[in-house]
């Protein structure tokens, strides 16, 4: 069993690889894409944000805005990885529980066809921090996908959007925070 493991992990390691060289013959050398994005999320009922002991209450949220700037490494001209910093204000409704949330991450992205017009589906892992007036600072994990069209004019390219991100944040007072975001995010990017 252990040598049937290692085989298909040299061909899966080979492939990619071989994948990524092939890659870098194509792109002539437009390896590397930074990018600036905002947007907004879009307020949800139904108990959206979720505030732990001591307080034990569901919070419909308000817009709130979204900014964030990544970098990706194009492994193939389909497939990107890379990171992401994030920053999102939030207040519940009727302007209860106003914050600040701010995250680090890791990103992968999927675009097909390699053309001027593409569609691009993606997720992302962070690390954050949510920050308010009324409470302790809170450390958490989030997750999240993304997908939607982009179109590019030589190194430059514009995305709209479509992103779910769920977050979930511990800390003292309160004990936790949930949060599940809608979002629609504008990203402008440049390829070198």
Same mark, same amino acid.
């Given at each position: 069993?252990?040598?049937?493991? /290692?085989?298909?992990?040299?061909?899966?390691?080979?492939?990619? *690889?071989?994948? =990524?060289?092939?890659?870098?013959?194509?792109?002539?050398?437009?390896?590397?894409?930074?990018?600036?994005?905002?947007?907004?999320?879009?307020? $949800?009922?139904?108990?959206? &944000? #979720?505030?732990?002991?001591?307080?034990?209450?569901?919070?419909?949220?308000? *817009?709130?805005?979204? /900014?964030?700037?990544? #970098?990706? =490494? @194009?492994?193939?001209? =389909? /497939?990107?990885?890379?990171?992401?910093?994030?920053?999102?204000?939030?207040?519940?409704?009727?302007?209860?529980?106003?914050?600040?949330?701010?995250?680090?991450?890791?990103?992968?992205?999927?675009? +097909?066809?390699? @053309?001027?017009?593409?569609? =691009?589906?993606?997720?992302?892992?962070? &690390?954050? $921090?949510?920050?308010?007036?009324?409470?302790?600072?809170?450390?958490?994990?989030? +997750?999240?996908?993304?997908?939607?069209?982009?179109?590019?004019?030589?190194?430059?390219?514009?995305? /709209? #959007?479509?992103?779910?991100?769920?977050?979930?944040?511990?800390?003292?007072?309160?004990?936790?925070?949930?949060? @599940?975001?809608?979002?629609?995010?504008?990203?402008? #990017? +440049?390829?070198?």
């Amino acid at each position: 069993m252990p040598n049937r493991f /290692l085989s298909i992990t040299f061909i899966c390691c080979s492939l990619l *690889l071989s994948n =990524h060289i092939a890659a870098m013959e194509e792109s002539n050398g437009k390896n590397h894409v930074v990018g600036l994005s905002t947007g907004m999320v879009i307020p $949800v009922t139904d108990s959206s &944000l #979720y505030v732990g002991s001591p307080a034990n209450m569901f919070f419909d949220r308000d *817009l709130g805005l979204v /900014l964030s700037g990544n #970098y990706f =490494h @194009k492994l193939s001209p =389909h /497939l990107w990885t890379g990171a992401y910093v994030e920053l999102e204000t939030f207040s519940g409704e009727d302007g209860a529980e106003k914050g600040m949330h701010s995250s680090l991450g890791l990103q992968w992205l999927a675009r +097909y066809p390699d @053309k001027a017009f593409s569609m =691009h589906a993606g997720g992302q892992l962070s &690390l954050g $921090v949510m920050t308010s007036n009324d409470w302790d600072n809170l450390f958490g994990i989030g +997750y999240g996908l993304f997908f939607g069209p982009a179109v590019e004019f030589d190194n430059f390219g514009l995305a /709209l #959007y479509f992103q779910t991100v769920f977050h979930w944040f511990q800390g003292d007072s309160p004990d936790e925070i949930t949060a @599940k975001d809608p979002r629609i995010r504008l990203h402008v #990017y +440049y390829c070198f």
